[in-house]
Antibody
Framework: EVQLQQSGAELGKPGTSVKLSCKVS????????MHWVNQRPGKGLEWIGR????????IYAEKFKSKATLTADTSSNTAYMQLSQLKSDDTAIYFC???????????WGQGTLVTVSS | DIQMTQSPSSMSASLGDRVTITCQAS??????LIWFQQKPGKSPRPMIY???NLANGVPSRFSGSRSGSDYSLTISSLESEDMADYHC?????????FGAGTKLELK
């Protein structure tokens, strides 16, 4: 069974950074792309970017290029996303998601709530 | 970026109704579209892949179709467990983009 286990809720002060994790079991992350998606309170889903864990190549949505940094550790089968220069607007649930080429986004983490507040 | 215009933003329907939700793509995305269902406090669940293919375990009352740049998710006979938010996602071109979502409620 494929499972994506995300790290716990974060409370960050404005101007600081947080690093979220997404540990995968039952699937080798070298064989997929890991996507990150956010959802602000009461809003829709927003694609942040993706990483190819096999080689570290990343693609970001324009608005997240200076906000998010995606990395992956294939030895621990874990993906990470660092969010920098936190603002109140970054308060959201952040999801990791992946899947095989014929069914991308088949598997999702449970989400990590990031709250930005002084 | 490709814009996905989803409608309606919300709707209420009765059990047994036929329900259709639509996403219109601003550029050609072929059939590279996924429909997700999301219930409160849960992660999205893929329902339809490649515009028309039912994901594993999804009831057959769900279907996806395409007409030009318009993509539709149809529930043939609404059941109570179908009350949720629905989102479309295009994965033809980066950046991937979601529709704004549709909240489906019981009338």
């Amino acid at each position: 069974e494929v499972q994506l286990q995300q790290s716990g809720a974060e409370l960050g002060k404005p101007g600081t950074s947080v690093k979220l994790s997404c540990k995968v079991s039952g699937y080798n992350i070298r064989n997929t792309y890991m996507h990150w998606v956010n959802q602000r309170p009461g809003k829709g889903l927003e694609w942040i970017g993706r990483i190819d864990p096999a080689n570290g190549n990343t693609i970001y949505a324009e608005k997240f290029k200076s906000k998010a940094t995606l990395t992956a550790d294939t030895s621990s089968n874990t993906a990470y996303m660092q969010l920098s220069q936190l603002k109140s607007d970054d308060t959201a649930i952040y999801f990791c998601a992946m899947g095989p080429i014929y069914s991308p986004f088949a598997y999702w983490g449970q989400g990590t709530l990031v709250t930005v507040s002084s | 970026d490709i814009q996905m215009t989803q409608s309606p933003s919300s709707m209420s329907a009765s059990l047994g109704d036929r329900v259709t939700i639509t996403c219109q793509a601003s550029q050609d995305i072929g059939n590279n579209l996924i429909w997700f269902q999301q219930k409160p406090g849960k992660s999205p669940r893929p329902m339809i892949y490649y515009a028309t293919n039912l994901a594993n375990g999804v009831p057959s009352r769900f279907s996806g179709s395409r007409s030009g740049s318009d993509y539709s998710l149809t529930i043939s006979s609404l059941e109570s467990e179908d009350m949720a938010d629905y989102h479309c996602l295009q994965y033809k071109q980066y950046p991937y983009t979601f529709g704004a979502g549709t909240k489906l409620e019981l009338k």
